[in-house]
């Protein structure tokens, strides 16, 4: 007889039998779980500007361009939003647009219709996004740009390499004044023989206030205030500013520059 038999005989004879014959049995093993994998999360790093290039003078609104954010995970459809804001803390965003990823790289511009918030330097950043895993990551590295209205007067300068107002900016609204004949950009040679770039900066300046509703007077002063030199004199008489080497003459509705022939 087996010990298991002899146990279950003597607790018999006890009165317990049944409880202790189930005792010699063994229990069941029972299966082990198979533990559910678990995804990894969905990680997306902060996207690469490209353009405009930092501190770029653009007239009109630029198209803004950042190498995609690289991924990690699952991740969903990605999209981009990005902030223009007239501070670099981004405390304030004046404008903002979100548009889908496209390959390599992604890009916004905004509507030709959407009003700056001033000319002057603007910050922008980007930052990518995956709605699905609601994930979004780290903004892009904030950037600067010089927003320029689109104005004869911008765009003469960007041609000859100038920066209308560098630093502070005037007020007005642009549609006062029209350029006439010669402003074109180019060498010039003057009456006495000095050779330099024509329209010169001041002039511009000088134009781009009278466009904005200043008088000559009040634009000449106005520049003498802010820090921006000039030479220019006004001759209301005859409606003229007088330069070194040339003069801005109202003709017509118009305001021409004409070569001086003479000292």
């Not at 279950?8 to 559910?36: D, H, I």
């Not at 008088?215 to 802010?226: E, G």
Request: charged fraction near 10%.
């Amino acid at each position: 007889m087996n010990v298991c038999m002899t146990r279950s005989f003597r607790v018999l004879f006890l009165g317990a039998g049944l409880a202790t014959a189930g005792a010699c049995g063994s229990s069941p093993t029972q299966p082990t779980a198979t533990p559910t994998p678990t995804a990894a999360p969905v990680v997306l790093s902060a996207p690469a500007t490209v353009s405009p290039a930092n501190g770029a003078s653009k007239i009109g609104w630029p198209t803004f361009t950042v190498n995609n954010a690289a991924k990690s995970g699952a991740a969903g459809a990605i999209t981009y939003k990005f902030d223009i804001s007239t501070s670099s803390s981004f405390a304030t965003i004046a404008i903002t647009g979100t548009v889908p990823e496209t390959p390599n790289q992604t890009s916004y511009t905004p509507p030709a219709s959407t009003a700056a918030p001033a000319q002057g330097t603007l910050y922008w950043r980007a930052t990518a996004i995956d709605a699905t895993n609601n994930v979004t990551s780290p903004a892009s590295a904030s950037q600067t740009f010089v927003y320029l209205a689109n104005t004869p007067q911008n765009q003469l300068a960007l041609q000859a390499g100038y920066v209308l107002w560098p630093n502070a900016q005037p007020t007005g609204t642009y549609g006062h004044a029209t350029l006439g004949p010669g402003w074109d950009v180019g060498m010039r040679t003057s009456f006495n023989g000095v050779t330099f770039l024509s329209p010169e900066i001041e002039q511009l300046r000088v134009y781009d206030l009278i466009d904005l509703g200043y008088d000559p007077d009040s634009a000449l002063n106005w520049m003498r205030a802010n820090g921006y030199a000039t030479v220019g004199v006004y001759y209301a008489s005859v409606q003229v500013i007088g330069f070194y080497y040339n003069y801005m003459a109202y003709v017509n509705g118009a305001w021409e520059l004409v070569f001086r022939v003479g000292a």
